[in-house]
């Protein structure tokens, strides 16, 4: 029988060298050749991927009689697309093995185990993507000192009534000692005198 091995992973740091030799191992030990060895760095969840596309067209040109992979959710890891796969497999007289889980399409129990190893697969990313998005919705409003005390508008508005209540204030003041007053963008700005005289809590009183 002649195999065609798939490798995957996700990122660049991964190894499928590991993959590849477990599958040639596999194969040693049941007196198959290996047809050719596929390789991806690719997502599982993507249904195209590069290699993987260049094994289906070889599998639908009847190169090869079996696919093999080390485990399932290196095929894909949606339970609708592996079943699709799993069809056009059986459709294209192709077996499908999973080497380490005892996955073998060409019998009835290999099929009820790919089906339950691929629904297990697809409720595990499931269960990932549940968890960054819980994670992403709680990280709202924390900053690298931590999760706000108080809302982002609350605070915003205290502010804007702190800077209300100073220029109150200040224009009091600058009534009685005769000098200007200007409101910048951001505070007040006054003469020194002024702001002598509102350090004085009794100074403040008498403005009232």
Known sequence: MRIAIYCR????????????????????????????????????????????????????????????VTKLDRLGRSLQHLLSLIDEFNQKKVQFIAATQNIDTSTSVGKLQMQIMGAFAEYERNIISERTKEGLRRAVGVGKRGRDKHPRKRRKDKIKRNIQVKSFYYERVCERCGKSYKTPKYGSKVCGGCKGALKNPLGKQNLT
């Open 9 to 68: 992973v996700s990122t660049e740091e991964q190894d499928a060298d590991k993959q590849e030799f477990i599958c040639k191992e596999y194969c040693k030990r049941n007196n198959w050749e290996v047809y050719k060895v596929y390789k991806d760095v690719w997502s599982g969840i993507k249904t195209t991927r590069p290699a993987f596309n260049k094994l289906l067209e070889d599998m639908r040109n009847f190169e090869f009689n079996a696919i093999m």
